[in-house]
């Protein structure tokens, strides 16, 4: 039987021996859905580090009780996406995909090129629509930290506030040169926040390129090919998670 995994929000401190109450979305899954019964198994995630074991005591009212055990926490992970904003089902893929690989944060960025309007009468709605995806990503792959999701920011601004403590480097279709993400190790390493930057469908203009270039981005060729938005990002998180290991 595939592991039941179970979220309870950021704020509840997992103790071993303690009982908690989970929320009535997250008990109807497990009670009409999954039909759990008590003395079952669950895999209990808070997204902020710690998963434990924990067992079905039964229920009060329409809300499930868990006996919480053993306690795993975790060391969160040191990289954040920087992705120019993508229409819905593409920025959804990115979304769930970042998650799974354990990013710290996703920063949608406002570029030249950017189609999509994010405007202020939207801008809740569609952060909590992503932080759903986020936490149902989480729970399925297992990843013990849900991503801080972002309010959207001009690529602008995101560089005015690069500091010297951050590494950034873009996978894109432009270069200077054939760097690969392996001639950053050291300063990946080193660094205590990885910003990776991918940019919109058909790419950043070319003075967003000049003003990354002065800004001390780095620049790596991720293929030979020509990759879509969302697909490029999975490539240059999954190369980076193989050097920034927690």
């Keep these: 039987m595939s592991t039941i995994r179970c979220f309870v929000g950021e704020q509840t401190k997992l103790a071993p021996g303690s009982r908690c109450l989970i929320s009535k979305q ?3 899954h497990l009670l009409r859905v999954l039909r759990v019964r008590p003395s079952d198994s669950v895999r209990l995630m808070n997204g902020h580090g710690e998963i434990a074991d924990a067992t079905v005591c039964g229920k009060i009212g329409d809300l499930v009780e868990l006996q919480i055990g053993a306690v795993s926490i975790y060391k969160r992970s040191r990289l954040v996406l920087c992705q120019a904003l993508l229409k819905n ?3 959804d893929l990115v979304i769930r995909d970042a998650s799974a690989l ?3 944060k996703i920063l949608p960025l406002v570029t030249e090129r950017t189609e999509v309007k994010f405007d202020k009468k939207s801008a809740t709605s569609k952060l ?3 932080r759903a995806i986020a936490i149902e990503s989480c729970k399925q792959s297992g990843e013990a930290f849900v991503p801080e999701i972002l309010n959207p920011v001009a690529i602008e601004s ?3 506030l690069n500091t010297f403590t951050e590494i950034s480097i873009v996978g894109s279709l432009y270069s200077t040169d054939e760097k690969r993400i392996t001639d950053y190790q050291t300063e990946i390493c080193n660094a205590q926040t990885v910003n990776l ?3 919109p469908e058909g790419d950043f203009s070319q003075r967003e390129y000049e003003m990354m270039l002065t800004r001390g981005v780095k620049f790596i060729r991720l293929t030979q090919n020509i990759l879509r938005s969302e697909t490029a990002a999975l490539c ?5 998670d ?3 290991l927690r």
Excluded: C, D, R
């Design 236 to 240: 240059l998180l999954s190369l980076t």
């Design 26 to 28: 997250e008990s109807h």
């Design 242 to 244: 193989q050097i920034a």
């Design 128 to 130: 909590l629509h992503w």
């Design 197 to 199: 930057i991918i940019g």
């Design 102 to 104: 354990g990013v710290a």
């Design 158 to 160: 995101f560089l005015f």
């Design 89 to 91: 089902k593409a920025m």
